[in-house]
T-cell receptor, first 112, second 114 residues
């Protein structure tokens, strides 16, 4: 069975600082995608960034970037210059067999 | 606005009852996914339909069923409801059934079973 593990239930970061959220996954797929989704207090699910496993270059979207370590099956999210609006639950996700499986999430607090 | 519409937004019902949750995918999207999110939990995958056909099933209870209609909207039916079924139910859509299409989520239906 495929699993996606987020080992940090909660994290806090000072506004304007950088924070890294961890995610590990387990898959037997040779090609797959990895995603980070954000869920603010409004409970909407918002795609933050995605990574294609066959691409070695780490994906970047403005202040959000990933550190993809394929051999270690690790997919961490780095948020630079943290802003109050970044406060949310962050979910790591991966696909397998027409399913997209989510981790249990990391709640990120931004300290002013 | 993701373009995915879920109705109703809120639903309060009693144990033992049956409810139907509706999802209209984004225009042009052929895939619909259903997820259950219990309080402060992650998203549990329930089921995936692509162009009217079931493509994948998660740990969906036998009391739950779903379908995708020819106009691509989908319904999730929950029957013999229990208190533990109280949750936020998300629908998400994507263009294809393959993994390289990101999911676009609706705002969810909040189900409360009393």
């Amino acid at each position: 069975a495929q699993t996606v593990t987020q080992s940090q239930p909660e994290m806090s970061v000072q506004e304007a600082e950088t924070v890294t959220l961890s995610c590990t996954y387990d898959t037997s797929e040779s090609d797959y995608y990895l995603f980070w989704y954000k869920q603010p207090p409004s409970r909407q699910m918002i795609l933050v960034i995605r990574q294609e496993a066959y691409k070695q270059q780490n994906a970047t979207e403005n202040r959000f970037s990933v550190n993809f370590q394929k051999a270690a099956k690790s997919f961490s999210l780095k948020i630079s210059d943290s802003q109050l609006g970044d406060a949310a639950m962050y979910f790591c996700a991966s696909n397998r067999d027409d399913k997209i499986i989510f981790g249990k999430g990391t709640r990120l607090h931004i300290l002013p | 606005d993701s373009g995915v519409t879920q109705t109703p937004k809120h639903l309060i019902t009693a144990t033992g009852q049956r409810v139907t949750l509706r999802c209209s995918p984004r225009s042009g999207d052929l895939s619909v996914y259903w997820y259950q999110q219990s309080l402060d939990q992650g998203l549990q995958f329930l089921i995936h339909y692509y162009n009217g056909e079931e493509r994948a099933k998660g740990n969906i209870l036998e009391r739950f069923s779903a379908q995708q209609f020819p106009d691509l909207h989908s319904e999730l039916n929950l029957s013999s409801l229990e208190l533990g079924d109280s949750a936020l139910y998300f629908c998400a859509s994507s263009v294809w059934s393959s993994y390289n299409s990101p999911l676009h989520f609706g705002n969810g239906t909040r189900l409360t079973v009393t």
